[in-house]
Structure formats: structure tokens, C-alpha cells
């Protein structure tokens, strides 16, 4: 079975050491000082201006050990070196599948990354056009973008269905380590994956389980501001039966 | 919405809950979104509208200009619906030459409200065979979520029942600045609106969100109205997509029609002035 990816993971939580807990987080806009002193360093959304950790993002500022990053409201999806996203394939060319990864920029799958052998004549029997894929992203150049679909999880998606919410918002619905995917996932018994572009897969046994984690994840994705949010969550699964 | 296309999974999803009469906002399948009105939103038109039909949002501006009457009807006031699919409302659209689905929102906003002759054109005469009014409704998508063409007709008339004349001196000079209490012409109690249904598998929908218009296979827009306060009357229709449609088809959708507009109707006359 597909599980949940451990490459969202290893991007969003690669400095949290699990000793330090995050102090509470407050919203800061560009150009704000979150921090002061050589203690700090400026994590993703910050920078560093002399001694001082200044935001560059419009967010939430979080306090992790020594790093200050900021989890910004809105904002593009960038494609980066291991992240895990969820495309659709656009074109078939001689040597792999063009994906649509809702960037400025498609994506492109070699036919080496297929899980068994695939005819150069019949590559529509793997992948066709409009078929989604689970891919990581290998490789950003100004060449273009290398997905890679081996891995847990990875693959093309059958089943269920795909929708989008805002891809800032996606660290918070996986949550911490992972919380609040897995809270998700226990409750509803679907499913989920999420890729960093914004765009989740969900299949479950019925269309009704599948139709209350959709409406889950699009309650976490507005509510930006709350804290607590794991606790909400659990509130509003018990309310939303 | 972003810009990724409507992928098979989703598609054969949204027709298996269908056709169980689910829909990714809990609606049943005939079930049109809530949706407000706001009047004055242009400072410059002589009635204007926006009317936000769940996250879909259009404003819709009554212009009036004077000018010559067209030759085959000299004694009647001109008429005439413009628009485009402004990229600002959904990524989707780009900007250039009107396309077939910005033609299309115009044409048959305009069809619905000519055909049922809501404007009593014939009274904007100002003198025969030189000089007519001309009531311009231009229509601008702020935000696409489905269902443009039904917003649309309801902001075009609502925005329409705003409208008053500006002055107008003896040469036929107009001050724009100077609003007369005078109000465009318009028929008593009969107000036309569009309404489309989609076909995606054997169901049928209506209102539906960006991605339900994107799967769906078929679709007719109707305009129809309560013709002089009278019985439903059906003014304009037309057929889009690829899909076929059956007897059986039509059949239920002038069954559900008379409810939904009437379901409308009851809607927008909460926001009438």
C-alpha cells in the first residue's frame, strides 16, 4: 500500500533536532527583526542583517533551537531537491512523460524511472495523458526539472482523487513529524498524500471517508492563524462524524 | 484553482459520486450555491452590480450612450453585451483576442435578456430613425469558480433594475455626471436569468464548482423567466460541449427548471431596492 512519504519530512523538519520545542509562534511581516543576538540563525523566510534575524516573508515566525524560519500565509510553490510532488502528465516524448507540476516549469519523468518495463511504442499503458504521479523531485537546473518515482509512496496514483490547497499551508497540514497527517489518517482510515506543490491524493475505502479527509484537510488549510491546531483537529473530527 | 488540468482520477471520481448524488461540497446535485449582491460598485456606470455566487465573483456595468439606431430596426434602442475572461479570474485565462468561451459568456447573457424583452427598447427611442439610446452591459469575471455565465446573467440584471437615464439636453449632450431618477425601461416582473445544466455520466448538475465544470461532458444554458409575472417562459438555449444529450435529458431538466429559477429568483429579489 501507498504510505506517507517520508520525503516531506526530511524537507520541512531537517533542523528540528526533537530536543528543542518551538516557542510560540507570532506573525511577523518583511523586514521585521524576529530575533536579535548571535544565537539565532535565519532559517527558511529569513535572513541575516548583521546580528539580527530580519523576516523576508510575510508569516509565522517559529523558534526552533537557533533557528528562526518563517511559515509564510501565501506563495508559489519552488520546486526543491527532494520534494515530493503530485503531477499530471501532460505529453508523452520519446524518452519519458512531461509532468504538469504546477510550477512555471513541467517536470519531466524519464521512462528508466518506471517500476517495471515499459514498451517505447506503448507508453501510454504505464502513464497516459492526465493520469497523476506521486514523483520526487531529483534535480532543478535551469535545464529543467528531473522527477524520480522511485520510493515509498511514489508512483502512479490509481484510485480516490487529487484536489489543491495553498502549498504554504501544507507544512501545517502534515503537521509535526508528521502529526497531523497521521491524526488525519487514523481518524478517517483514508489514504493521504500530499505533495509540496499543494496538491493531495486522497482514496479510502468509500467515497464518504474520502469526502470528510478532503473536508479536513481544507478545514487545517484556513486556518492559518490557530494554534493548537492537533487539538482542533481532534475537536473537529468528533463534531464531523 | 491553479493551472494543472483536470486529471483522470479526479474525472472518473466526480462521475462514480454523481452518480450517487454526492458532490465534493456536500450539495445535492440540483442544489445551486448561496450567493449576495452588491449595488453601486461602479462609479462610473449608470448601474452597476457584483454578485458573488459561492467563489465566484462578477461585476456587471449598465452603460448609456446615445447613437444612431440600427437600419432594420429604427424604432427601437440598441442593445448590446460585452466582456472578456479577464485573466485576473482564473489562470485559465490569458489576455488577446476574445476567445470562444468569453464570446460565448457575452452572447448568451445578452440572448437571455433580449429574447425575453425585458428592455422595452422601443421606449429609448429619442427620435425616430437618427437618434436612440443604447444600453451597454459590460460584464467583468473577477473570479472564476464555475457557473460564470449563471452569475453573470444575474449580476447583468441586477445591475440592470439600477439603472437610471443621465441628463440629456436638447442637442442631445450628455451629462454623465448628473443622474436623473428616471429608470431604463424594463418589464414588469419578468426577470430573465440563465441557467445551465452539465451532463457529466448519465447525471446531471447544476452550479457547479471549477473542477465539476471541467469534468463535466455536456451542458445547456437556458435563459428563462416568469414572462410578465405569468407562467415560466423559456427566451433563449443553447448547447455546449461534446456530450449528447437524450429526451430523457431534457425531459428532467424542464422538470427541475421552473424550481430553480423560481429558487433564484426568490434569492435575488432579497437584494431588489
Redesign the interface.
Known sequence: MKNFNDGNNDENYEEFTGVAEPTSRTVVVPGEVVASGDDFLAGEGARKEGSNVVASRYGLAEKVGRVVKIIPFSGAFIPRRNNVVI??V?DIVHSGWIV?I?YAQNGFLPLMESPRFVNKHEMDQFL?I???VAAKVWNVSPKGIDLAMKGKGLGK????????VNPSRVPRIIGREGSMINLIKEKTGCNVTIGQN??V?IKGND??S??RT??AIEFIAEKVLVSGLTEKMEEWFSKNK | ???????????N??N??FA?G?R?D?RKLLEQREFTVEYDVSYKAEGSARVKLGKTEVVVGVKLGVGEPYPDSLDSGNLMASGDLLPLASPRFESGPPKYNSLELTRLVERAIRESHVIDLKKLVIKEGEKVWTVMIDIYPINDDGALIDAASIAAMAALMQTHFPEIDKDGKIDYDKKTTKKLPLLENTIPLSLTFYKLGDSLVVDPTR?EEEAADGKIVWGISHYKGKEHMIHSAQKGMDAHLSTDDITEMMKNLPKLYDDTLKKLKKFLK
Open positions: 503531477g499530471r501532460n504538469d504546477d497516459a492526465g493520469d497523476v496514483l490509481e484510485g480516490g482523487f487529487v484536489f489543491r499543494g496538491w491524493w467515497i464518504d474520502e469526502l478532503r473536508r | 484553482m491553479s493551472a494543472m488540468n483536470l486529471s483522470n482520477l479526479t474525472k471520481t466526480l462514480k459520486m450517487l454526492k465534493f456536500g473542477e
